[in-house]
């Protein structure tokens, strides 16, 4: 009754057999978008060949790569041709390549080229804004798919170097038309867990199970969340807008947990350190206090105390005659100034003082009565004015000029002829 059936081994090769064998898939002519790029070191290309609604993979040897004139990557279109056959170790067929040319640009990745643009205008991307990563959190979020490996390898790196830090989920859609919504809401969400730093992101994939890491709303709740934000999208060779828009980008979902949180050794050890430098300061400066301790014990003063009284004691003494001296010089001072007062004649012959002054005083009215001009004019002199000014010269008339002649008992108004 068994003989009937057949492994997976010898279904695989009658399929492959059968692919092998059809002539129209020999030579296969395409085009599509190249996706999920890979390029060996050994200088194979794996890839994803696509369209809107069918993917298939593709291989293309070393041997044919070195014809090709261009470097692809994810979103480029190209035109290809090569033979289908069946990869065996998982029974898929993919498409062996011989020849690929370059045919544009896919539209994905338009966009993500059109949006990383804009958002960099406005300024999202800018390094200043970013925030710092704590050393040491006490709390770490993570928006991913709550199944998969991008989670497990988070929480298992987590605590394996830093078990202290409590890990809170906050699962989300990480692909598909509902994705961005899932990841926004668990974003804005995450503002009420008192978080010190928040992981998002997902494992790897082609650029259509990235591209909700790459819409705008996910961009600009990253930019607008107050917790410091690692992305984690994909592998080491993907980039998202996500990864340009948060505080710090991590090529791995592991990655990401290994830049979240300290190695629990290189901790201990800094503590060891900080403790072994705390004893020796602390060593120093108890050392230093005791030394200045004996140093004030050994003090001459200390040993004799007496000193210190009988300095204080010597320099009142002095204090007190400097005093005495001060006092007494100034006493006889004041009393040479008395006595020379006293006996000046100010005091003594005060009359002769006022017929001084007197007579003084006399001889300045002699003056200013010589000086008087209006006794002058008694004399039968005259002043010559024009206007308010004197005249001293005939130079300074003409004819016709007014003038006025003043005398001891009036004046004249006059005309030059």
């Not at 996706?35 to 044919?64: C, L, P, V, W």
């Not at 003043?406 to 005309?415: H, L």
């Amino acid at each position: 009754m068994t003989d009937k059936y057949i492994s997976v081994t010898q279904l695989t090769r009658y399929i492959k057999y059968k692919i092998d064998n059809d002539v129209n898939l020999q030579e296969v002519f395409l085009k599509g978008e190249i996706s999920n790029f890979k390029a060996h070191t050994r200088g194979h290309y794996y890839f994803t060949i696509k369209d809107e609604n069918s993917r298939i993979n593709a291989i293309m040897f070393a041997s044919q790569t070195k014809k090709i004139k261009f470097t692809p990557v994810d979103g480029m279109k190209v035109l290809l041709t090569g033979k289908i056959s069946v990869y065996e170790a998982n029974g898929g067929y993919q498409i062996y390549v011989s020849d690929l040319l370059e045919d544009g640009v896919g539209n994905l990745y338009i966009a993500y080229e059109q949006l990383k643009k804009k958002l960099e205008q406005v300024g999202l991307f800018d390094k200043s804004k970013k925030k710092k990563i704590p050393k040491i959190p006490s709390r770490v979020g993570v928006i991913t798919a709550p199944t998969g490996a991008a989670i497990k390898d988070i929480i298992s790196t987590i605590k394996r170097r830093f078990p202290l830090t409590e890990i809170i989920l906050l699962p989300a859609l990480v692909q598909g038309a509902e994705a961005s919504i899932s990841i926004v809401k668990q974003i804005k969400n995450a503002e009420n867990f008192n978080l010190d730093t928040l992981i998002v992101g997902r494992g790897g994939g082609s650029i259509e199970d990235l591209w909700c890491f790459n819409e705008e709303a996910v961009a600009y709740a990253i930019s607008e969340c107050s917790i410091p934000v690692i992305s984690a999208v994909g592998h080491e060779i993907d980039y998202t807008i996500a990864d340009f828009v948060a505080d710090l980008r991590a090529p791995t979902p592991t990655g990401a947990a290994e830049l979240a949180v300290p190695n629990r050794l290189d901790v201990i050890n800094y503590v060891e350190q900080l403790t072994i430098r705390s004893k020796k300061v602390l060593k120093h400066k108890i050392d230093f206090l005791n030394q200045k301790l004996v140093n004030i014990k050994n003090k001459y003063v200390l040993k004799n105390p007496m000193t210190i009284y009988e300095i204080k004691e010597q320099q009142f003494d002095h204090l007190i005659e400097k005093l005495k001296y001060t006092m007494q010089e100034l006493y006889y001072k004041k009393e040479k100034y008395y006595n020379n007062l006293m006996n000046s004649y100010l005091f003594k012959e005060p009359t002769k003082i006022i017929d001084q002054k007197k007579n003084k005083y006399i001889q300045l009215l002699s003056k200013l009565e010589t000086l008087n001009p209006i006794s002058t004019i008694k004399r039968g002199y005259s002043i010559v004015r024009i206007g308010d000014g004197v005249v001293t010269s005939v130079k300074q008339m003409k004819k016709d000029d007014k003038f006025t002649l003043e005398m001891s008992d009036g004046e004249i108004n006059a005309k030059v002829m």
